[in-house]
């Protein structure tokens, strides 16, 4: 069983940056098929992929949304997925929740979430105007 606990929300204004990060435990576990990534949801909106990477690879994937401000990295000796979040706009303002799901979904991985094998219990994201 994995377990995932992501930490770093806050916040933040409006063009400031934010780092979140995913710790995924037991640090054994065998990351091979997976990707490990970020969903965010907003109140009263439905739950939106943002961003993932291979386990195994490093290939990455980023919404439309967030592309060219976010980027995600992983460092799998520590066991840990970040989200680099810079110029936040208040459109970002959510709970971003770490999840894994296989990574043979491609960029599929981030239509997915009623797929994903494992969640984070999630951070908040506030973006001041």
């Known amino acids: 069983e994995l377990q995932l606990v992501e930490s770093g929300g806050g916040l933040v204004q409006t063009g400031g940056s934010l780092r979140l990060s995913c710790k995924a435990s037991?640090?054994?576990?065998?990351?091979?098929?997976?990707?490990l990534g970020w969903f965010r949801q907003a109140p009263g909106k439905d739950r939106e992929g943002v961003s993932c990477?291979?386990?195994?690879?490093?290939?990455?994937y980023y919404s439309d949304s967030v592309k060219g401000r976010f980027t995600v990295s992983r460092d799998n000796d520590k066991s840990l997925v970040y989200l680099q979040m810079n110029n936040l706009k208040p459109e970002d303002a959510a709970v971003y929740y770490c999840?894994?799901?296989?990574?043979?979904?491609?960029?599929?991985?981030?239509?997915?979430?009623?797929?994903?094998?494992?969640w984070g219990r999630g951070t908040p994201v506030t973006v001041s105007s």
């Open positions: 999840a894994a799901g296989l990574s043979r979904w491609g960029r599929s991985w981030l239509q997915y979430y009623y797929g994903m094998h494992y």
């Open positions: 990477i291979s386990m195994s690879d490093g290939t990455t």
């Open positions: 037991p640090s054994g576990f065998t990351f091979d098929d997976y990707a």
